[in-house]
């Protein structure tokens, strides 16, 4: 029989998404897009598991879950889906009962694992996505000297740390250097470095001994003992707790982890490749990194252009988003039509490629006729209008960050959204920095 699953997502295209990809998976997936409709669902059938968003217009995930565990005195297993911002509270709702976290947006291997965990099998599990399914390389100029050195830095065994901005396609990159290094036969573990809270990162990467804490139910392997002999990422190190970077710098250093609860130290042999959108020089100087692990990760840098750089390679990434997003949806879109591919490459792409993507899939969802039409496109405008000079204005640069982000917000009303296109960079983004600058989320 499947197995039947809950999303609880008022983002109804992700949510979709997310109910598309489970049923490929032959689960039996559920969407409800408010508190008052999960609840209805919940009373209806039998669920055996619930992803829920932290956040709904009509409640949240937290009270969801008490509902569920003190009216119907059920013990189905939930998932949250947390903000960046909302990492704390994701942390107390374990502490009150649920099985684990997924931080957005969802790195699609840790779905899959949590996925099995929760219900304690080897269900096997088609990825959501992964960056070799859903990046083409591109021959535009830029990206070419990019792959050159590449290239030239994978049979090494230096530490790369990836430069570049949100969504321009770094875990790409990584995985490139991880394919062409004599470690290309050893896993590959990614790691959200901005999804790893101080008082869970130490078992996400170095594991944990069964009974070492309240929810330590059975013993777990980290990233460094899964990664053996192969490859770690981190990504967006920069987002890193402080408190963390010490105790990963003793293992870089030593090749030595040791799990939580445990007395002994375990040997890894792993390459790491770090990369980030932070000015790490710059959190140096704010005493938000160390300095010491910067030369650790920092021993050759890339640095991956944004896609504005190299807009040539814009009509082949579309295209190849159009067929994943057929595949995805169940849809049959042909294409982007010639016009819409000119506006395209007229818009600003703040978000770059990811930006991209998940405006393509948008339109594949919402797709009429055969082609993507640029009347279709002003969907979005609000993230990806044309360049604008009066928006330079604002844009974020060296210096005084706080007072430039508070000013941005006042133009914006508040409207974060708004307010990161202002300041010339992606929302989560200006979740992190506000988070840094210790500004009111």
């Known amino acids: 029989m499947k197995q039947t699953i809950l999303i609880v997502e008022d983002d109804a295209s992700f949510g979709i998404m997310l109910q598309t990809w489970l049923k490929k998976n032959e689960y039996d997936a559920i969407l409800a897009t408010r508190y008052a409709q999960a609840k209805k669902e919940i009373s209806s059938r039998h669920i055996d598991l619930i992803l829920t968003d932290l956040r709904l217009p009509d409640g949240d995930g937290i009270l969801l879950m008490t509902w569920v565990r003190e009216q119907l005195k059920s013990k189905v297993p939930f998932i949250v889906m947390t903000g960046y911002a909302e990492v704390q509270t994701a942390v107390s ?19 899959e694992e949590k996925i099995v965990a929760a219900f304690g099998s080897e269900h096997e599990v088609e990825e959501l996505y992964h960056p070799k399914k859903v990046m083409v390389k591109g021959n535009s100029e830029a990206i070419q000297r990019l792959y050159k050195h590449v290239e030239l830095v994978a049979p090494t065994k230096f ?16 995985e490139m250097i991880h394919e062409c290094s004599p470690r290309r036969d050893k896993p590959f573990i990614a790691v959200d470095c901005g999804g790893l809270s101080k008082e869970l990162a130490p078992s996400e990467l170095f594991g944990h001994l ?25 990504d967006e190190v920069g987002n890193l707790p402080y408190e963390v970077q010490m105790q990963l710098l003793r293992s870089l250093q030593e090749q030595k982890v040791r799990p ?13 490749v770090a990369a980030t959108n932070d000015n790490l020089e710059r959190a140096i ?9 910067y030369h650790r990760i920092n021993e050759f840098t890339l640095q991956v252009p944004p896609l504005r750089d190299r807009i040539d390679d814009l009509e082949e990434f579309a295209a190849f988003f159009v067929k994943q997003a057929n595949d995805e949806l169940g849809k049959a879109v042909k294409g982007v039509s010639p016009k819409a591919i000119n506006v395209m490459k007229q818009m600003r792409w703040n978000g770059n490629i990811r930006e991209l993507r998940n405006v393509i899939r948008r339109c594949v969802l919402f797709a009429e006729g055969d082609f993507i039409e640029a009347e279709d496109l002003p969907v979005y405008a609000e993230s990806t209008e044309p360049a ?14 706080k007072e ?33 600058l210790g500004l009111d989320l």
């Open 388 to 401: 604008n000079p009066s928006l330079d204005d604002f844009a974020l640069r060296p210096g005084n960050e």
């Open 404 to 436: 430039q982000i508070e000013a941005a917000l006042m133009k914006a009303r508040g409207n974060k959204t708004v307010a990161a296109k202002l300041l010339q960079i992606d929302r989560k983004t200006l979740y992190n920095k506000m988070h840094q």
């Open 159 to 174: 530490s790369v740390l990836i430069l570049g901005e949100s969504g321009t396609g770094k875990e790409f990159i990584a």
């Open 260 to 272: 939580v609860g445990s007395a002994s130290d375990i040997n890894v042999d792993v390459r790491i």
């Open 93 to 111: 709702a374990m502490k009150l009962g649920a099985f684990d976290y997924l931080k957005k947006p969802i790195n699609p291997s840790l779905l």
């Open 210 to 234: 069964k009974g070492s804490f309240t929810s330590a139910i059975a013993d777990k392997k980290g990233v460094f003992e899964q990664a053996k002999g192969g490859t770690v990422f981190l």
């Open 285 to 293: 100087e704010q005493g938000r990194f160390r300095q010491d692990l």
